[in-house]
């Protein structure tokens, strides 16, 4: 698991941005306009670790369309989701950059565009 290290500096002002940001898809959108002109790194990598669970949980809902079999991947996906939601607001909270586990890695690799 990698972890990046950001100044001090840059994670107390990015905090509350990067709290905001596992608050909803509302909280991901203030998330997003609170750090358009800052441009916090330490936000920033919390805002795509959020929008990764949001489209995960999208793609997971979407699963509900498929009879049996995909009714039981979205229960068991959605709460492997709240698990991965309960950790990365906890290392937003504690100032912690560190990738979610297991998709934490993929998520920065793929939205590493939103800035």
Known sequence: MKTTNTPHN???EGKNTAIIAYITLIGLIIAFVQNAEKKNAFANFHIR??????????????????????????IVGMLALLILWIIGLSNAING????????????????????
């Open 10 to 12: 840059s994670i107390a």
């Open 49 to 74: 670790q959020s929008l990764g669970l949001m489209c995960t949980g999208l793609a997971l809902g979407l699963m509900n369309i498929i009879p049996f079999l995909g009714w039981m991947i979205s």
């Open 96 to 115: 912690k950059e560190k990738p979610l586990p297991i998709v934490g890695n993929l998520y920065c690799k793929w939205l590493s565009g939103v800035q």
